[in-house]
């Protein structure tokens, strides 16, 4: 069975960098999308972006001066850096696998990221 | 980018009662939509992907439909373990957008 866990600091100072790493067992990382996705405070969700197992990226526009997703095959793991942050990145922030680069099939539980001084 | 309006963003109803609700495209997006469940305080679940393809081992009470702008989808008889808040997802242009959400609940 395929499980992802999101694992980072849980709070952010503004104007510094939220990172966190998605790690995935019970499958491969081969041959699919790995996205990140977060969900502000009783909003809808928002789609950041994704890396596909060759290393190929695509960002949401919005956010693609700020975010930066990478991939580490050797410990099935792929991460999220988002610099600059503001309280209006305060979300859940959610890792999720894609078997096409606009679904997605497995999603981790879910981490509460609060940017605050 | 395109924006997805979803409504009503509540309702509630009894328990084997048939329940629609709609999503809206901003542009023709053809059938490029997906629907997901979400339970309080969980990740996302897909159910219906391509506007009307049922997800592996999604129960059959589930469906969607429509095409170009306008979508619907359908619980043919409510379950309470139904409770949750569903949403539209469009993939015909990137950035994909999800719409607010409709939040599904037992009268």
């Known amino acids: 069975q395929v499980q992802l866990q999101e694992s980072g600091p849980g709070l952010v100072k503004p104007s510094e960098t939220l990172s966190l790493t998605c790690s995935v067992s019970?499958?491969?990382?081969?041959?699919?999308?790995w996205s990140w996705i977060r969900q502000p405070p009783g909003k809808g969700l928002e789609w950041i972006g994704f890396i596909y197992y060759t290393g190929t990226t695509n960002y949401n526009p919005s956010l693609t001066s700020r975010v930066t997703i990478s991939l580490d095959t050797s410990k099935n793991q792929f991460s999220l850096k988002l610099g600059s942050v503001t309280a209006a990145d305060t979300a859940v922030y959610y890792c999720a696998r894609g078997p096409r680069w606009h679904l997605w099939d497995y999603w981790g539980q879910g981490t509460q990221v609060t940017v605050s001084s | 980018d395109i924006q997805m309006t979803q409504s009503p963003s509540s309702l509630s109803a009894s328990v084997g009662d048939r329940v629609n609700f709609t999503c809206q495209a901003t542009h023709n997006i053809y059938n490029h939509l997906n629907w997901y469940q979400q339970k309080p305080g969980k990740a996302p679940k897909l159910l219906i992907y391509d506007a009307s393809n049922l997800q592996t081992g999604v129960p059959s009470r589930f469906s969607g439909s429509g095409s170009g702008a306008d979508f619907t989808f359908t619980i043919t008889s409510l379950q309470p373990q139904d409770i949750a808040t569903y949403s539209c997802q469009q993939y015909d242009s990137l950035p994909w957008t999800f719409g607010q959400g409709t939040k599904v609940e037992i009268k």
């Open positions: 019970g499958g491969s990382i081969s041959n699919y999308y």
